[in-house]
T-cell receptor, first 113, second 116 residues
Framework: GEDVEQSLFLSVREGDSSVINCTYT??????LYWYKQEPGAGLQLLTY?????DMKQDQRLTVLLNKKDKHLSLRIADTQTGDSAIYFC?????????????FGTGTRLKVLA | DTGVSQDPRHKITKRGQNVTFRCDPI?????LYWYRQTLGQGPEFLTY????????KSRLLSDRFSAERPKGSFSTLEIQRTEQGDSAMYLC??????????????FGPGTRLLVL
């Protein structure tokens, strides 16, 4: 079935690293995405990773992909209070040319000053 | 600002009323998606347009919901005879044609609907 799972909450201190985890279902997904949602706002694309990569680094963000375990993680280095938000991983499910995204429930990151 | 825009940002209505939301995608994007997000959940797919053609609809989209994209540019989502269970954030996303296997969706700010 289509189910993307994430832990619901994460709390870290400012300056520490945050690691947000995601488990997805479709091993044929070629790209996997991370989005950020601030209160009352839409989703902001953070980064993505191609399925033939194990790791992608983009400034403070590091994405790790374990295809065997269908596990995706997002590491935020030097976490700042402005990083407080809900983070969603998204897996595209392709049917007849439609790239329907399946989202996790989101991980609420709280950064303590 | 050349991002995806949605109007209105907030809508409060009474049960039984009809509401219509509008989405203006990024101009060169031919693909448009509607999602619904309820409190504490991730967005759920509702429907998809490629240009003006509606190519997929979720089973979440009951007969009271209808979406259009008449000229392949902006789209509207109408909910007839609203119910309290329709209260949610309605998100629109657009994307350009896929680049290889990559199809990245860009989201608007959403329309938050509250049905009293």
């Amino acid at each position: 079935g289509e189910d993307v799972e994430q832990s619901l909450f994460l709390s870290v201190r400012e300056g520490d690293s945050s690691v947000i985890n995601c488990t997805y279902t479709d091993s044929s997904s070629t790209y996997l995405y991370w989005y950020k949602q601030e209160p009352g706002a839409g989703l902001q694309l953070l980064t993505y990773i191609f399925s033939n990569m194990d790791m992608k680094q983009d400034q403070r963000l590091t994405v790790l992909l374990n295809k065997k375990d269908k596990h995706l993680s997002l590491r935020i280095a030097d976490t700042q209070t402005g990083d407080s938000a809900i983070y969603f991983c998204a897996e595209p499910i392709t049917t007849s040319g439609t790239y329907k995204y399946i989202f996790g429930t989101g991980t609420r990151l709280k950064v303590l000053a | 600002d050349t991002g995806v825009s949605q109007d209105p940002r907030h809508k409060i209505t009474k049960r039984g009323q009809n509401v219509t939301f509008r989405c203006d995608p990024i101009s060169e994007h031919n693909r448009l998606y509607w999602y619904r997000q309820t409190l504490g959940q991730g967005p759920e797919f509702l429907t998809y347009f490629q240009n003006e053609a509606q190519l997929e609809k979720s089973r979440l989209l009951s007969d009271r919901f209808s979406a259009e994209r008449p000229k392949g540019s902006f789209s509207t989502l109408e909910i007839q005879r609203t119910e309290q269970g329709d209260s949610a954030m309605y998100l629109c996303a657009s994307s350009p044609p896929p680049q290889g296997f990559r199809e990245t969706q860009y989201f608007g700010p959403g329309t938050r609907l509250l049905v009293l």
